[in-house]
């Protein structure tokens, strides 16, 4: 598999936090490197660490001791404000529940990661179309949620996790609210933004979705237990 440089590195990540009288050991040394353009999928039983790992991965949690690289900065050293910015400018996220707002227009939902980063009305307007129009939604820009599908839904939320064109998109489980059909085409976006370049980092439980994947990381109990790559067809 050609290499396109370490995207993101993780060492000896370990992630621990107290419930009542019991510390739970959600991470136990957790050691990975996905690289730029590569289209991974996370998976692993309840409680295997997976989503603590896609949080640290996001930004939106810390780690309890490890390092973590983003895009060459050790993002496990930096405070909460730096933290925020490099949650905005690097990372797009894709939800399960989609997590869009109910009275705004498609357009305005792909529009929301730009306005916190302070960019003008003329300029996001434009991105976020170009946004709507990668995930084929061109002519639904001014339908609100409750007009849409639940796969155009998530077509939504894919242009709102792609609008800042961040050097990851990070989904999770991106297909759990969806039928089996409506699945398959929402994994076929995903593997077209892979085939344009787009690094993808995707959780899920369902093997049939991680087998869309390039490569493959499975954790049990905190730990990597496998990591495999598919050769290209």
């Known amino acids: 598999m050609t290499r396109d440089g370490s995207l993101i590195r993780v060492s000896g990540l370990?992630?621990?936090?107290?419930?009542?009288?019991?510390?739970?050991?959600?991470?136990?040394?957790?050691?990975?490197e996905i690289y730029r353009n590569e289209y991974v999928a996370i998976m692993g039983p309840s409680g295997s660490?997976?989503?603590?790992?896609?949080?640290?991965i996001g930004c939106l949690d810390t780690c309890t001791v490890g390092e973590y690289w983003l895009n060459g900065v050790e993002v496990s050293g930096v405070g909460d404000d730096e933290l925020a910015r490099i949650r905005n400018q690097e990372i797009g996220f894709v939800f399960q529940t989609f997590?869009?707002?109910?009275?705004?227009?498609?357009?305005?939902?792909?529009?929301?990661?730009?306005?916190?980063?302070?960019v003008s009305a003329k300029i996001r307007r434009r991105c976020a179309a170009q946004a709507l129009e990668r995930v084929g939604l061109a002519d639904r820009?001014?339908?609100?949620?409750?007009?849409?599908?639940?796969?155009?839904?998530?077509?939504?939320?894919?242009?709102?996790?792609?609008?800042?064109?961040?050097?990851?998109?990070?989904?999770d489980e991106p297909t759990g609210n969806l039928d089996s059909t409506t699945s398959a085409e929402i994994m076929g976006v995903f593997d077209g933004l892979h085939q344009q370049g787009q690094t993808v980092v995707m959780v899920t439980h369902e093997r049939d979705i991680?087998?869309?994947?390039?490569?493959?990381?499975?954790?049990?109990?905190?730990?990597?237990?496998?990591?495999?790559?598919?050769?290209?067809?």
Do not use: F, W
């Open 14 to 32: 370990t992630r621990e936090y107290r419930m009542g009288a019991e510390t739970v050991h959600a991470l136990r040394g957790v050691d990975m």
């Open 49 to 56: 660490g997976k989503s603590t790992l896609m949080n640290i």
């Open 99 to 118: 997590n869009l707002l109910p009275r705004a227009t498609a357009l305005h939902n792909v529009e929301l990661p730009l306005i916190y980063a302070g």
């Open 141 to 171: 820009m001014q339908h609100r949620p409750n007009e849409l599908s639940g796969g155009q839904r998530q077509r939504v939320a894919i242009a709102r996790g792609l609008v800042n064109e961040p050097s990851i998109l990070l989904a």
């Open 210 to 233: 991680a087998a869309r994947a390039r490569r493959v990381i499975t954790l049990l109990d905190g730990r990597v237990h496998s990591d495999t790559v598919r050769e290209a067809a």
